[in-house]
């Protein structure tokens, strides 16, 4: 178990006067493109690595694009409930995730260097079941049978798809149990930070979900990764401002990243993931294995 989507019987019956921080957030999906592709940009302002940063934050404006220009029709969800509803892995997909490839590809081209444009070439000319293919690796987790430039093209359109997705299933949630929570209870893919909130969720942990981008719900001082509490310690290369931090767990000798709105309120959690990549550096050196996964950081292919 861990945290469930209520079905419309379950929601009456848990109605009470008190307040309950949810147990999942739902992105909006416009707000959430046009924060990400913001911040990305105000990052890439004498960071390192510009330029992989600007090319993250058009990537995320053509999925803003395709978005308003070919939004997902409305699919029969509203008896999806339960534990992981949309599990990326198991859910029957539906080939529109293929014309948002298309439509990302062509948007990116005419801004694509030599390196891009090659790559955006050859998912033109792969055919359908390849593909496919290639999705259902990704999803699967399989991270290492495609090449990590292609993934990141294929993940933004999976992603687009299971976001709206997400908008279409009963919003109301409850948390069963602490077991399993290393996973997102929506779709079941791993998540990329998680964020310390400010505002009506003041002091609440929740992860961000790397496919749905719905944000779940997880207690501070527990492992995102194994649920221990013993073995955990903080890491960061700024102490001053400390932003951003990389929490690990010396009992599975993992790490994901956790960030803090009160800083800055601004801070998103792609796009912040993806500038502190010198701290996930720090870590791998120190013998810590990522728990998350950026969409725009895939591991490399094994040939």
Known sequence: MSIKILSESEIKQQKNHSYEAPAILFANPKNLYQRRAKRLRELAEGHPLADYLLFAASVVETQLNTLEKNPLPKQELENLTGVEPLNAENLKRNPIWREYLNEILYEMKPKANEQVAATIEALEKASTTELEE????????????????????IWAALSLYWLQLAQQIPHHSRLENA???????????????SMVHIGTSQGLRYL????????????????????????LEMWSLNEELALIRAETCGSCESYLKIMFQ????????????????????????KGFARSGLNPFLFPPQEI
């Open 134 to 153: 290639m999705a259902t690796h990704l999803l699967s987790q399989s991270f290492n049978l495609v090449s990590s430039d292609k993934a990141v093209f």
């Open 179 to 193: 077991e399993n929570l290393q996973h997102c209870p929506v779709c079941a893919s791993l998540p990329v930070s």
């Open 208 to 231: 961000h979900c790397s496919l749905c981008e719905s944000e779940w719900n997880l207690v501070r001082a527990q492992c995102t990764n194994c649920n221990g509490h013993d073995k």
């Open 262 to 285: 009160e800083k800055n309120p601004n801070v998103e959690a792609v796009a912040d993931d993806l500038a502190s990549i010198f701290l996930d550096v720090e870590m791998e050196e």
